[in-house]
Every structure is written in structure tokens, then in C-alpha cells.
């Protein structure tokens, strides 16, 4: 986890206290050539007390101690010397059997680590990390399409790819992208996107065109060259299949000879039936189009126009006065405008992306513009730039252009940014520093987002993006309302149930599978109860504000009925979660929750050896060293016999496993009247429970309460850093580093003078440099 | 050679779900069918992994040879005994500590198919190597839809530590595509029958040639990647590695989009299986159908290489259906104890009937004079022999199915001390067709056969 001083943990406490050693913890700095002459002297001593096993070609754990000729080598494999300081420290090495390192010696030697390895000064500007860009997660991905789109798309939750380090899924590291993820994000944004936008079915065209001398002609005249001619009364006409009932536009392109004293007139005539006369005063040679309305019913019709006043004279001497219709053109055509969908019909999310819809080809384009690019501004969780609005638009045009509704070429542009890697990526860009710091500011945006993220597991709403957009949100009060609100709002059970699911382990509960014959009470509605108690309760020390040290021992916790009963506790009815005093119970803060005992535990016993490494690694942030690889002596041995207990100790017996089992059994074994599912008992099986232990240094604890007590009088700043660590790794996405220290050290101090408030927690973490700079990986 | 349609009416038959397209080709004109088979005696690469090692007393024969007795664990495969050889005495030394200390379960995880020794870090900087059936779809996974398919019964691990300050990246995934991009497995039945046989498969539709939403999935590709190259420019190391984690996976699908000759789609075609609804809450089946969906994707040659993860390394899942109520792993570290030994090679009893399961589907598939299971390379085992010793050499490890003739099976082989499981490895990687000289920490190739 981290790799800083962790001997000021439970470790060097415990030692503190035995051997009344001082350690200096002031402000070190390294002084290169004084450093080199205490490395001429520390060396020899490390060989003498270490080198038996730590070095040459076999060394234990590769650790080569004659390899390291200077303490800049060290400072190179601080996380190594790290380690060994903590084991020695915590008496681990040299084993038990071995010469232990006298007294001063140790300081000598630990105070030279400490020194060499610690150089970080936090008043010069200390490296604030560099998280790599992280993936949404499968959660973080459904809530922010469910914010962008108002769409829910819980298929999501089964997305692959989000494997954990540091104790944590939304490490940008371990975040990976592998071909099938993104085949499901394809399939994701079709489907969201043809779910958030509706597309109104497109609306039909029917045209038909003849010339002239395609008409028919029963009587009355005849085709002449384009031309339908008609020189007596008849009609020239066309069957046509009308596709829908509906209006359509007839055009007839005609001229006359005009004769007489009155233009040409024709009939538009549907089935034998006038509808319409038309004047056509206009000469052969010179064609008028005359437009008609009709009314048609679908179907086959005859279509026809009648030539109506036919008009011929011979005065005898010559002279012809003859009247005739030349009809050189018709069209039909019909329109039928798509169904439109009545507004109250459009889905939430329809309205809310389409906010404008163009009025006519003029304004396209504006409207287009406008959707296009509040659209990617919030898919991107800043402003896009004018040519990423472009490439949308583009793409959106291009649609338009195949035909498609406006809509539609909207749908397929959400689409396109739910694939974008603005949009699955939360990008920090590489910048320059502006102000004194030698590392660059997040911009106002990635803020809003890291915050939002940090808290909500999702996008920023639109309150947090006006005061990005406005530059406001760096602004130490108006932050302060943000957390403040951000806290109070729903979203942050995302928080709770993200975050708190992973620091204690929560998720894994959901696997846990008790011998049914053993716990036959225990089943999927206890189970769910049980991890729904850690939430309301740790919800509520967030929403009420108050110290996180309740998290360690409260007087209350909220249980219905079937948990109530399940810890032997009268008075409470019915389903809902209540706010439940625990005055006079064995049973406060996190620790003796159902839900912690029975992860932690097997499912046939409990497990002390899981019970203390909790604490260690969770709630101290101190964890053990792991169990040494392959175990080979155990091979050597015969089985282990007797209780739990027994079998325990005669593990511990072995020196290779002494060390770190000495710390985590007895803080496991004073919770031993907790059985596998969290259940108070007084017997395991015919034994009676014995939750006594020893931790080294002769600390004696025996039960909940006195562990509780222990924990909140001696280790409370230590559980109170774990808290910070822990929640600074989750917020920031990345595993803390020796160079965190400063960031650590200063929100712990911060809290420390506000009470503990978690609010404050939360401010100094989002404060910190860690969090709103970029710095390097080292 | 031909490509051999599969006659719809061997495998396909009768009603159960109408095949549409699968998701991503549904753009092509179909050419062939999605359920042509492999040109006759294409080889398949296949693996099934089980967590936490094995009780070896009940694991390995005390014969060599041919003539060797099955013992109590390697019962459920006498069925098959002409089809697998025992392999003992191979190593996984990537998987030991050298000087990382705890975590052996992470490494053996990571290590299985890379042999390489996988970098300790809970996150930042994983370094793992490249998998065997990754090395084998690079080369040939061209020639099917799906390169490779990463199949398991158990998602990414949830929350906490996986292993001793092992990311859990490490003992939750067995392929890994490069040293440093672990490919997740597929857990989901119902996403992974979609994935083979299409997402409309469930209610009979036929995908609509109009849909937009597809005929811009190209155009929408094209865009995103030329969006990545621009914004890779901007970008520190650490987020360009991303980023080109992302223009790959891309690529690698617009590939897919370019392949899709390679399938097919007429109305009418029917897979005789019903689409799985989910995931299933019983354990057996779960693995049942995810199994048979690992055949089917054989058979239909959807793809020539499978791993399959039954539970993720140093599981500690309660085998109920076996009654033993214990976790697997807290089992494994018996301290000698007879009871839990027998309820560990109780467990591994169980796992051998899930082998047993697959190896009967396999060899009910007929490919020409051979079944399916002939044409196979499948290794089953774990990276760990015995789960309270953490020891990576003498793995239990089953060579399955005869490599289309080219070997005899039905021997229990002893190899020498520290042979490298990669030269098994190595030795199928060549079958494959690949041309190398090395793989992971191979020092040369088994004699096999």
C-alpha cells in the first residue's frame, strides 16, 4: 500500500512502548556525505546481525546487503529498505532463533533507513504523483450514461475488464481496454443511443411524370410529337396507383390554340369526375404549368384532363378559327410527412439531448451545431474545441446527407461519442506550470470531474460545470459548499457503496458461501442486511458530518428486524433501516459488524488469522508482510492437532511464521465470541471461546470491547491515516507513493484541528496537490 | 483444401434459436455460413484451468508408460484414456517467488500460459509476458472470426488485495494479449452465445439492413481512432499506453468487420442450442453451458483457440455440490491433514467430471474420420501442484486430445525434473504453425507422442 514511515504504525508503537526507544520523525534531510560514512558504519552491522541469509547468491527475498554501496543505492530501493526497517522494527527480523540486534544497535541502524530513504522535503514542492488516465469503470460508465442520456443501461454491470489494484477497480493502471470490452461498448452505444433519441418514421414521397404523349386519348385528338392534342371535346388521361389517400399536387404543362371569344378551359377530371377547370389563355408554343390540388383516394385512378370548350369556325374565305388543347406535361406528386410523435410520447432523454430541432433546410445546420456540440461538451466534461465539434457536425451532415431525419443523424452522434475515448477516458492533457509550483494545475473541468467522480461515480452536473465554466470551483469556499453538497446529495451512496464496498471488502461478501448445516440462518435477505448496515452507518457519519473516528466506535448502528434479532436486540420491527442504540452491547463501529466478522471468515469457521490481517491492513493501514513463498518447511512436519487455537500456536511455534502471527492472531482472537456469520457466542462447538491474546510487547486484549479500546487509545491517529490513505488511493486512482507523505500528513493534521469531521476529510483530500496536480511517476 | 460446410441438418436441426448476425458483422453481404466448419483437420488450441493445485497423492500414477493405472482423481477421464496422456515432472518457474516472497497463487495465475515471472505490483506498471494462445492467434487467429476466446466461470475479482500485494489482474486472467494487457474473460453465457451467434439471436429478429446505428459503425470507428491519434499527442507515457490499448482494441474489431466473409447469415439458419438467459446461480450449470459453448465455438470454427479459467487463482469458493463447505483455498493449506486432503482431492475429483463433461462434448463432434477432440491440443491443470507447499514444479497438468493424428496419447509421461511447461508449449505453438524457436522460459520442445 504505502511505503512511508509505516513504523509509526501499531508496529513501532508497540515498540515504543516496550523499549522506550525515541524515534526521530522531525524533518530529515539528507546530507550525502554524512549520510555515506553512517552507511560505513550501519553496513557491518546489518551484515553481522543480517547477512547470514541476506546476501550473496541466495539471499533471502533477494535481499543482498553487501549489493548496496552507497545510500543513494538505498534511496533507488526505498521500498525495499522500507521493508526491512518495519521488519526490524517490529522485531520480525532477525527471526527468533537468531541473535536479536541489540538495542542501540537497531537505532543506529533504523534511524540511518529512515533517513536515507525518507528525503522527501513537503515545504519544496514534493512531486504530487501522475495518475494514469483511467477508464470508466462499469459503474462509473452506467451512471454517466445514465446522466448524459437519462438512459439506464444496467448491462453494463457486466461488463469484463475492471480488474483491481491497490484494493480498488477504478485504478487507471489496472483499467484495461482488450477487444471485448469494446465490442460491448459498440454494442452499448447503439443500443443507448437508438433508446435516448427517437426517430420519427420518415415521411413518404410518391412522384409520377408523363410526358404529353403518354397520355391516352379515346377521342378528341391524339398524340403529336410530345404533345397529348386535343381538337374536339375528350380527355387525355393516365391510371395511376395512388400509394396513400392524401393530397397531391397534379402540375399539367399546357398551351392552346386560342380561338373564339374565350381562353382554352380543360377539366382536371379523378374518375369521370371534374375537380377542377383550369383557363389557359396562353398560345401553343408558349406552355403554362397550372397547378391543381387533389384530394385522392388510394387506389387505382384515372387521372385525366378535358379539353371543355372546343370551338371551330369556317368563315368560308379562308379563314379557320379553331380552338385546341395541347397538354405537353403532367406530374403527380404526393408527400406524406412522417408520423410525428407527440412531445408527451418523447422519452426524457429525447428532449433533453434534442433541445432544438430545425425549422426548415435554413436553419439545419444551426441546429445541428447547437445540439451537436452540447452534446460533446458534456460527453467530453468540458468545452470541445472547435474542430472535435466539427468532426461531429461532420458526421451528423453526413447522415443528413444520406436522407436521414435530424434525428437520426443525432442518434448516430451520440453514438459515435459514447465510443469516444473523450467520453470512456477521463483525460487530464499534459500541460505547463504556470504559477510557482515546477507541476501543472488540473484546469477547472478535470477538477469538476475528479471531484464528481471522486464522490458520485459520475460526470459533473450542471451546477458543478456553470462554476468550472465560470473558473469558481478552485475557489476554497465555494469548494467547500460543493463537498458539503455533493455529500448531502443521492449520488454519493455511489461513494459509499463503491468505495466503502472495497475498503472493507463488502463486495466479496456476496461470494460468501457459510456451511448451511453450521449457519442455517444465515441467507441472501441476512446477507443483505448485513452490508446494508456498514452502508447506512457509514452514510451516516458522512451525511451527519460527523468524526470518522465513530467509524472505530459508535454507540449506535442502523438495523431492521431480521439483523436486530440476528444480534440479539429487542424492540425493533419490520423492514426499514433504523438509527439503533448499541448502550450496553458488546457490539459498536465498524469492527463487530456482521458484515466485516463474516467476511473474514470461512465458511465453516472463523478465521482470526483474516480477523487481524483486517485490522492491520484496513483499519491500520500497517499490513502484514505476506506469508513467506512456497512454505517448504511445512513439508518437513506433521499434521497440525488440537482447537483452533492450538493449531495456531503451534504455527506460530514456527519462527518463520512467528513474526507476523504474533501480530494478526491476537487481534483476531479478541474477536473470537463472533462466530463465522458475525453471530455473538460463548462456545465454539463444546470449547468456550477464549478471546484472549498477547500482542508483542505483552499488551494483553481479551474481547471486542478491550480491542476497541485498544485501537481507539493507541492506534486512533494510525486508523485515522489508514482512513486518509485509503480513501486519498481511491479518490486519486492510483496507489500512494513515499512522495504522498506530504499530501497525507497535512489533510491528517487538517482533520485532526476540525474535530475529525468527515467533511473535512473529504475538502482536504480534494485540496490536496495530490488530487489537483500533475506531477511524475517515479 | 475446401472449406467443408456443415450440413445444417448435422448439427443444426429442428427450432431453437434463430441465428442472426452476429453483432459485429451484421454490416456484410453474408458469403458463407457462420457454421462452416474447419477445413478438415485444423488443429484447435485449448486450455482449462483450475485453481490452488491438486492433492498429488490421488493425482499422479505410479506407472509410466502406457500401461499406467488411472488413479482416484483421473477416474472421470477412463472414458477418454486413448485421447489424453498424463504429463508430470513439468515446471512453472515464473511462477516462484525468486526473491518476491508471497504470492504464489497471483503468479501461478499470471504465469500459466506467459511462463514468464510476473512483475510484483498492485497496480502501477504491470509486466507480465505474452500468453501462449495468444502468440498461436496472432499468427493464425486470421483465419476465423474470433482470434482467440477468453471464456470463465468467474469475473475480475471484486475488491481487496488479490495476493500478497499482486494486482488482481494477475490471478484473474490467464491471457494476456502483450506483457502488459491481460485480456478479460467472457463469464456471461448469454453475452458470450450473443458474442458467437448474434444479439438478436434471442428473439428471432433479423437484423435490420437499414439500421443505422450499424451502417455508421464504420464511419463512427474510423472517427474515434483519428480522435485517439490526436489526442494521443497530448498525452503523458503512462496515457498513451492507454490510449494504444484503446486504437487496438479498435483495430482489432474494424479487423472483425473486415473478416466478415468469413460469415454468415441466412434466415432460417438454426443453432440447435437455446440462447443461455444469464448467468446461471448454480454453479454446475454455469459450467455446464459454458462448456458446451466452448464446443460449439469449435465446431462452427468461430475460432481455433480457447483458454478457459474454471475459478480465478487462489479462489476460496465452497464446493457445496461436492458437500464441502470449506473454501477451496483455505482448504489447499491443509498443514497435512488428512481430512482436508481428501476434501481437496474431493474437489479435484469434481473438477476432473467439468473435464470429463467437456472432453465427451468434443469427441461427440465429427470431423470427417476424426471428432473434434482429436483435433484438439487441450491442456488442463493448475500452476500450482501442491496447494500447501506452493511448489510450481511437478504440476498436474493433462495433455487432452491427439493433435489431429500427429500423436499417440494414452501414457502417463515423466518428464525430468525442472522441464519448463513451455516446451510443451513451444512444441504446440509449432503444430499451430507458428513459426519459433522459443517460447516463455522454453529450453527446447517436449518429446510428446
Known amino acids: 500500500m504505502i511505503f512511508y514511515r509505516r513504523y509509526i504504525g501499531i508496529i513501532a508503537a508497540v515498540l515504543i512502548v516496550i523499549s522506550g526507544l525515541g524515534m526521530s520523525t522531525g524533518e530529515l534531510t539528507a546530507d550525502d556525505a554524512k549520510l555515506s560514512t553512517r552507511w560505513q558504519a550501519v553496513q557491518p552491522l546489518l551484515i553481522q546481525y543480517c547477512g547470514d541469509c541476506h546476501s550473496g547468491e541466495d539471499a533471502q527475498a533477494g535481499v543482498r546487503l553487501e549489493k548496496f554501496a552507497n545510500p543513494g543505492q538505498i534511496l533507488q530501493a526505498r521500498k525495499t529498505w522500507l521493508k526491512i526497517s518495519q521488519q526490524i522494527e517490529a522485531n520480525i527480523m532477525p527471526p527468533a532463533q537468531s541473535e536479536p540486534i541489540p538495542a542501540a544497535d537497531k537505532v543506529k541502524i533504523l534511524e540511518f533507513i529512515q533517513d536515507a530513504t525518507n528525503a522527501i522535503n513537503c515545504v519544496k514542492d514534493p512531486n504530487p504523483g501522475k495518475v494514469t488516465v483511467r477508464r470508466l469503470n462499469r459503474f462509473e460508465y452506467a451512471n454517466t450514461v445514465r446522466d448524459l442520456t437519462g438512459v439506464e443501461y444496467p448491462k453494463a454491470y457486466e461488463f469484463p475488464g475492471d480488474d483491481v489494484g491497490y484494493g480498488f477497480d477504478n485504478i487507471g493502471d489496472v483499467l484495461t481496454l482488450p477487444p471485448i470490452l469494446l465490442e460491448k461498448y459498440i454494442e452499448a452505444a447503439e443500443e443507448i443511443s437508438k433508446t435516448a433519441i427517437v426517430v420519427p418514421p420518415a415521411g413518404k414521397k410518391h412522384k409520377t411524370e408523363w410526358t404529353g404523349s403518354q397520355l391516352k386519348i379515346d377521342k378528341g385528338g391524339r398524340a403529336s410529337g410530345n404533345f397529348a392534342s386535343l381538337s374536339s371535346a375528350g380527355e387525355a388521361y393516365a391510371f395511376e396507383q395512388i400509394p396513400w389517400a392524401g393530397a397531391y399536387r397534379l402540375v399539367v ?526 | 483444401m475446401s472449406a467443408k460446410r456443415l450440413s445444417r441438418r448435422t448439427i443444426l436441426r429442428a427450432s431453437g434459436v434463430c441465428l442472426a448476425l452476429p453483432l459485429l458483422e451484421a454490416m456484410a453481404t453474408p458469403s458463407r455460413s457462420v457454421l462452416a466448419m474447419a477445413p478438415e483437420g485444423k488443429l484447435r488450441m485449448g486450455f482449462f484451468y483450475v485453481p490452488n493445485g491438486k492433492h498429488m497423492p490421488d493425482w499422479t500414477p505410479a506407472e509410466e508408460g502406457p500401461k499406467y493405472q488411472l488413479t482416484k482423481t483421473l477416474e472421470a477421464i477412463a472414458p477418454f484414456r486413448q485421447k489424453v496422456s498424463v504429463l508430470t515432472g513439468l515446471t512453472l518457474d515464473g511462477a516462484r517467488a525468486h526473491g518476491d516472497g508471497g504470492g504464489d497463487h497471483a503468479r501461478s495465475g499470471a504465469a500459466f500460459l506467459t511462463g514468464a515471472h510476473p512483475r510484483k505490483t498492485d497496480g502501477a506498471d504491470i509486466q507480465n509476458g505474452i500468453s501462449v494462445d495468444q502468440v498461436a492467434a496472432q499468427a493464425i487467429g486470421g483465419d476465423t472470426r474470433f482470434a482467440s476466446l477468453e471464456l470463465g466461470l468467474e469475473g475480475s475479482a471484486q475488491s481487496g488485495n488479490c495476493d500478497s500485494g499482486y494486482s488482481c489482474a494477475y490471478s484473474s486472467n490467464l491471457s494476456w494479449r502483450n506483457a502488459t494487457s491481460p485480456l478479460a474473460k467472457e463469464n456471461n453465457p448469454a453475452a458470450l452465445f450473443d458474442r458467437l451467434f448474434g444479439s438478436n439471436a434471442s428473439n428471432g429478429k433479423t437484423p435490420d439492413a437499414k439500421d443505422h446505428a450499424q451502417r455508421y459503425r464504420k464511419s463512427i470507428l474510423d472517427s474515434v481512432l483519428e480522435e485517439a491519434n490526436g489526442l494521443k499527442k497530448s498525452l503523458g507515457q503512462s496515457d498513451q499506453r492507454k490510449l494504444d490499448e484503446y486504437m487496438y482494441s479498435v483495430r482489432e474489431v474494424e479487423n472483425r468487420l473486415g473478416r466478415s466473409d468469413l460469415v454468415v447469415k441466412t434466415d432460417g439458419d438454426r443453432v440447435d442450442y437455446a440462447r443461455p438467459a444469464g448467468v446461471p446461480k448454480e454453479l454446475d450449470e454455469h459450467c455446464r453451458i459454458m462448456l458446451d459453448l466452448y464446443t460449439l465455438a469449435l465446431q462452427t470454427d468461430s475460432t481455433r483457440i480457447i483458454s478457459f479459467m474454471f475459478a480465478n487463482e487462489g479462489s476460496n469458493r465452497a464446493y457445496t455440490q461436492v458437500e464441502i463447505s470449506e473454501g477451496h483455498h483455505e482448504l489447499s493449506h491443509h498443514g497435512k491433514s488428512g481430512e482436508k486432503q481428501e476434501k481437496i482431492a474431493k474437489i479435484n475429483r469434481y473438477h476432473m467430471t467439468k473435464l470429463a463433461y467437456l472432453l465427451a462434448k468434443l469427441d461427440a463432434v465429427e470431423e470427417g474420420s476424426r471428432t473434434l477432440l482429436d483435433n484438439c491440443m487441450l491442456v488442463y491443470g493448475s500452476g500450482i501442484s501442491d496447494g500447501d507447499r506452493h511448489n510450481h514444479d511437478d504440476l498436474p497438468i493433462l495433455f487432452c486430445g491427439t493433435a489431429a493424428g500427429r500423436i499417440r496419447q494414452a501414457t502417463h509421461l515423466k518428464f525430468p525434473k525442472e522441464t519448463p511447461l513451455c516446451n510443451l508449449y513451444l512444441w504446440m505453438l509449432t503444430q499451430m504453425g507458428v513459426k519459433t524457436d522459443s517460447f516463455g522460459d522454453s529450453q527446447g520442445v517436449v518429446r510428446i507422442g
Open chain 1, 253 to 778: 404543362t399546357a398551351s392552346g390554340d386560342q380561338a373564339g371569344d374565350e381562353p382554352v378551359k380543360a377539366a382536371v377530371v379523378v374518375d369521370g369526375k371534374p375537380i377542377k377547370t383550369l383557363i389557359i389563355p396562353n398560345k401553343r408554343g408558349e406552355p403554362k404549368e397550372y397547378a391543381v390540388t387533389l384530394r385522392l383516394k388510394s387506389g387505382r385512378r384515372k387521372i385525366g384532363i378535358e379539353f371543355l370548350n372546343d370551338f371551330y369556325r369556317d368563315d368560308g374565305n379562308g379563314k379557320k378559327q379553331d380552338r385546341n388543347l395541347m397538354v405537353e406535361h403532367v406530374t403527380l406528386e404526393g408527400e406524406k410527412a412522417g408520423a410525428k410523435i407527440a412531445d408527451s410520447e418523447l422519452p426524457e432523454s429525447h428532449k433533453r439531448l434534442i433541445l432544438q430541432t430545425p425549422t426548415g433546410e435554413n436553419d439545419t445546420e444551426a441546429a445541428t451545431r447547437q445540439v451537436v456540440q452540447r452534446l460533446t461538451n458534456r460527453a467530453f466534461r468540458r468545452p470541445a474545441t472547435a474542430s472535435e465539434i466539427d468532426r461531429w457536425v461532420g458526421m451528423a451532415q453526413q447522415v443528413q446527407a444520406d436522407g436521414e431525419s435530424f434525428e437520426a443523424s443525432i442518434q448516430v452522434v451520440l453514438q459515435g461519442l459514447l465510443l469516444s475515448p473523450q467520453f470512456l477516458f477521463r483525460i487530464e492533457k499534459q500541460r505547463n506550470p504556470t504559477g510557482s509550483s515546477k507541476y501543472a494545475q488540473l484546469d477547472e473541468f478535470e477538477l469538476a470531474t475528479r471531484i464528481s467522480y471522486f464522490l458520485w461515480s459520475t460526470m459533473p452536473d450542471d451546477e458543478l460545470f456553470r462554476l468550472a465554466a465560470k473558473k469558481q470551483l478552485s475557489d476554497p469556499q465555494i469548494l467547500r459548499e460543493q463537498i458539503q453538497r455533493m455529500l448531502k446529495d443521492r449520488r454519493a451512496n455511489q461513494f459509499v457503496e463503491n468505495f466503502v464496498g472495497q475498503w472493507l471488502q463488502l463486495r466479496k461478501l456476496d461470494e460468501f458461501q457459510p456451511s448451511k448445516q453450521q449457519f442455517p440462518q444465515f441467507n441472501d435477505a441476512l446477507r443483505n442486511a448485513m452490508k446494508r448496515e456498514t452502508f447506512t452507518f457509514f452514510a451516516s457519519v458522512m451525511r451527519n458530518d460527523e468524526s470518522v473516528l465513530n467509524l472505530l466506535d459508535s454507540d449506535y448502528t442502523y438495523l431492521n428486524q431480521a439483523l436486530a434479532e440476528f444480534y440479539g436486540i429487542r424492540g425493533v420491527e419490520g423492514e426499514q433501516f433504523r438509527r439503533v442504540s448499541l448502550d450496553g452491547t458488546v457490539r459498536g463501529g465498524l469492527l463487530t459488524q456482521a458484515s466485516i466478522l463474516a467476511v473474514t471468515s470461512n465458511p465453516t469457521r472463523t478465521s482470526p488469522v483474516k480477523r487481524g490481517k483486517f485490522v492491520l491492513d484496513n483499519l491500520l493501514g500497517t499490513p502484514p508482510p505476506a506469508a513467506p513463498p512456497g512454505v517448504p518447511e511445512l513439508k518437513e512436519k506433521g499434521e497440525l492437532t488440537g482447537t483452533l487455537r492450538q493449531r495456531m500456536e503451534q504455527h506460530r511455534a514456527d519462527p518463520a511464521c512467528a513474526a507476523c502471527h504474533q501480530l494478526m492472531d491476537p487481534l483476531g482472537f479478541a474477536l473470537e465470541n463472533f462466530d463465522a456469520v458475525g453471530r455473538w457466542r460463548l462456545k465454539d462447538g463444546v470449547d468456550d471461546i477464549d478471546a484472549s491474546g498477547e500482542l508483542p510487547g505483552g499488551i494483553k486484549v481479551e474481547g471486542a470491547v478491550a480491542l476497541r479500546k485498544l485501537l481507539k487509545d493507541k492506534y486512533q491517529d494510525r486508523f485515522v491515516r489508514c482512513l486518509i490513505e485509503k480513501t486519498l488511493t481511491y479518490s486519486i486512482g492510483r496507489g500512494l507513493d513515499y512522495y504522498d507523505l506530504c499530501a497525507v500528513e497535512n489533510i491528517e493534521q487538517q482533520l485532526k484541528q476540525s474535530d475529525y469531521r468527515f467533511s473535512t476529510m473529504v475538502y482536504e483530500i480534494v485540496r490536496s496537490d495530490a488530487f489537483q496536480k500533475i506531477g511524475s511517476r517515479e
